[in-house]
Nanobody, 124 residues
Framework: VQLQASGGGLVQAGGSLRLSCAAS????????MNWFRQAPGKEREFVAA????????WYIDSVKGRFTISRDNAKNTVYLQMNSLKPEDTAVYYC??????????????????WGQGTQVTVSS
């Protein structure tokens, strides 16, 4: 599967962005989908995950109540709606998937399929 992330940009603190990740192929609905992020000088960290049909989702504590992951299997796309953005949310955001892993696996090094990343910058 090939992934293409988009939607990043520069936003002031308190603002919102919606990231998109478009997937190729006909089997998108058989993949759980994940978002990770990597800030300068830091390790890539898990942000959110959603199951194949979108029934369940997981988030890191720092984004709970502010970010929402969703998906549209008809469009082969997963989204990350980010509200009330903070400067500490600044990072390159990546979508990722791997059918061999549990949906909320937070170990980035175990994932085989990654989007190219989209930069999110939140100014204070």
């Amino acid at each position: 599967v090939q992934l293409q992330a988009s939607g990043g940009g520069l936003v002031q603190a308190g603002g919102s962005l919606r990231l998109s990740c478009a997937a190729s192929g006909r089997t998108f609905s058989s993949y759980a989908m994940n978002w990770f992020r990597q800030a300068p000088g830091k390790e890539r960290e898990f942000v959110a995950a959603i199951t194949m049909r979108g029934v369940s989702a997981w988030y890191i504590d720092s984004v709970k109540g502010r970010f929402t992951i969703s998906r549209d299997n008809a469009k082969n796309t997963v989204y990350l709606q980010m509200n009330s953005l903070k400067p500490e949310d600044t990072a390159v955001y990546y979508c990722a998937t791997d059918r061999t892993l549990h949906a909320a696996n937070c170990r980035a090094f175990e994932y085989d399929y990654w989007g190219q990343g989209t930069q999110v910058t939140v100014s204070s």
